[in-house]
Each structure stands twice: as structure tokens, then as C-alpha cells.
């Protein structure tokens, strides 16, 4: 599909509503702001293949003293404590699919609004405001978002996940130490109340983030992602990724953020959900079909 194709199949449209809504949730959670030259710091060594075993559990790193660690090197929880709100506008590229648009996010201490525009494949907004969340793209509309889905939006808008990891996870476990390039990594896996993993990997010598693995939940089911964390600067105090890929079986989305302002004025009636309150129930097969015949019948009714 190319930005001049306004009528894709419904084929192609589903694969590239997978893509925005795990676009989306990256908008979402992405606190980064363009610093100043003079404030760029090389990024830790990219995941890669495993140059040796890891060590037997035991002697593995404790996974709660290790996102204590993540968190001091980012900045400290009190850094991120007095971020209150912010605003952030985002370039996104998807060179696989031939599009490029951009996205802007408002934030309030949890609540938020995020929209993104492709041309060619429209507008895809998402809010949440005191744990409901809510979204709309071309393929479904507007929907109110449940279950599987809502947990990992609200674990996905967090600003810094390893200072809330306990707020969104039961669980964190150190599953593996391993050689990496010239370097070495660790990975945590943070385990949800509804079972849901998301596997982060830090870097052993910095204590950044390399990246985070995780099953998006879609309408069309779940799509393994990765997101990988480039270039770190020093931001107001804070450790920040200034871009960030997102990689999935068919696809690689690139967000890079051009502006962010912390405690700005935030509108916070964007984040309720407007209009019409649909649901999607990822949990519910017969929802997921209903919702997927309402779409390719909208869409059969547009074609040509």
C-alpha cells in the first residue's frame, strides 16, 4: 500500500491497523524531547545474538533491585515524579509500507490523548482518562477498549515503567544474562494480573533500556513486538530515548520526537472518549467477528 491508495484491501488494511495501534501505544508512552547537541550520550549496544549461556538462575541479578537501577540511571523517580504533563509531537516513518506521517500526545498524570495521521491511511486516535480507555481508526471506528487490550494500554502509557512497574505488574522476574556485541544485557520479565509478559532488556554496564518485547493485543488478535531505545540524551535531568523503532514480523516504524514541552497547559477534555461507546472485547471472539464484518462492509461500501 502506498500513501496514493486511499481504498486498501481488506487484507492490507488489517495489517496496517496492526502496525498503527502498536504505533499508537509507542505514541503513547513516548516522553521524549529533542535536547541540545552538546547533551547527546551514546546508546547501549543493540540487542543481538547470545555469545554464551546464561548463568544458572541463581546468580542471576534481582529483577526488583535491577529496574531500581534502570530508574537511577534514567534520572531518578523524583525526576520523573515532577513531570506532571506534557505535549509531544512525533515524525513516524514506516518505509516498509511506503508512509511516513506524524502524532501528537497529550499526557496528565496517566490520562492522556494521542492521535496519529498517514496519508492514505488517515487519522488513528486513542484516550484514556481515569482507567477507560477508548479508540478510533479507519478500519473499526470508535470503540471503547476492555479487557486484554485496556491492561496493556494503561501499562503502556506510563512514562517510565520500571518506576511503576508494580502499579501495572504482579510480577518481575530476571530470566537471562547473556553477552551482547561487546557489551551485556539482562532480561526482566514483567509479568501482568491477566498473564500478559513483557520482557525488558537492560543493559548491564548503563542500566538503560535496549528494549522491550511484548504481544500487542489488535482486534485481528496478537502481534509479537519489539520496541528498540536509541540514542539516550540527558533532557532536563532525565536519561531519554530520542528515537525509538518498533519492529513486528511484516514491519519497522520509526518514531522520532520533534518537540516536547513538560508541564504544559494539557486540555484534559481530550482524553474522555467522545460520541458513541462501542466495544471491541478482545476476550470475546464473537465481538472481535462482528466488529471485523462491520469494517469490510464499510470498507466494500467506499470501494469504487
Avoid at 491511511?121 to 479508540?135: D, I, L, N, V
Avoid at 525509538?244 to 504544559?264: G, H, P, Y
Amino acid at each position: 500500500m502506498t500513501a496514493t491508495d486511499p481504498t486498501p484491501t481488506p487484507a492490507r488494511r488489517r495489517l496496517l491497523t496492526r502496525c498503527c495501534g502498536a504505533l499508537a501505544l509507542l505514541l503513547a508512552c513516548s516522553a521524549e524531547k529533542p535536547p541540545t547537541a552538546d547533551a547527546k550520550t551514546e546508546a547501549p549496544q543493540e540487542v543481538g545474538a547470545e555469545a554464551q549461556a546464561a548463568p544458572p538462575a541463581e546468580q542471576l541479578p534481582d529483577a526488583a533491585a535491577l529496574l531500581d537501577d534502570v530508574v537511577a540511571a534514567r534520572g531518578g523517580a523524583e525526576q520523573f515524579a515532577a513531570m506532571k504533563t506534557y505535549y509531544s509531537e512525533t515524525e513516524i516513518d514506516a518505509a516498509a509500507l511506503g508512509l511516513s506521517g506524524s502524532g501528537k500526545t497529550w499526557w496528565r498524570d496517566g490520562d492522556f490523548y494521542g492521535e496519529m495521521f498517514i496519508p492514505g491511511s488517515g487519522e488513528t486516535r486513542m484516550g484514556g482518562q481515569g482507567g477507560a480507555f477508548w479508540m478510533q481508526d479507519p478500519t473499526h471506528g470508535l470503540r471503547r477498549v476492555v479487557g486484554a487490550e485496556a491492561e496493556q494500554i494503561s501499562w503502556s502509557t506510563s512514562v517510565c515503567l520500571a518506576c511503576e512497574w508494580r502499579r501495572y505488574f504482579k510480577e518481575a522476574k530476571t530470566t537471562k544474562v547473556h553477552a551482547v556485541n561487546a557489551g551485556e544485557v539482562a532480561e526482566i520479565a514483567l509479568t501482568s494480573a491477566q498473564g500478559d509478559v513483557v520482557t525488558l532488556v537492560v543493559d548491564m554496564a548503563t542500566k538503560l533500556p535496549t528494549a522491550q518485547r511484548y504481544n500487542q493485543q489488535t482486534p485481528f488478535g496478537a502481534i509479537p513486538v519489539e520496541v528498540r531505545f536509541h540514542d539516550y540524551r540527558d533532557v532536563d535531568g532525565l536519561k531519554i530515548s530520542f528515537r525509538q523503532e518498533l519492529k513486528t514480523s511484516v514491519s519497522l516504524l520509526t518514531s522520532t520526537t520533534t518537540r516536547f514541552d513538560i508541564n504544559a497547559e494539557v486540555d484534559a477534555t481530550r482524553f474522555a472518549m467522545p460520541g458513541s461507546d462501542r466495544v471491541v472485547n478482545l476476550d470475546d471472539k464473537a465481538s472481535i467477528e462482528a466488529a471485523d464484518a462491520k469494517a469490510d462492509a464499510k470498507a466494500d461500501a467506499k470501494a469504487p
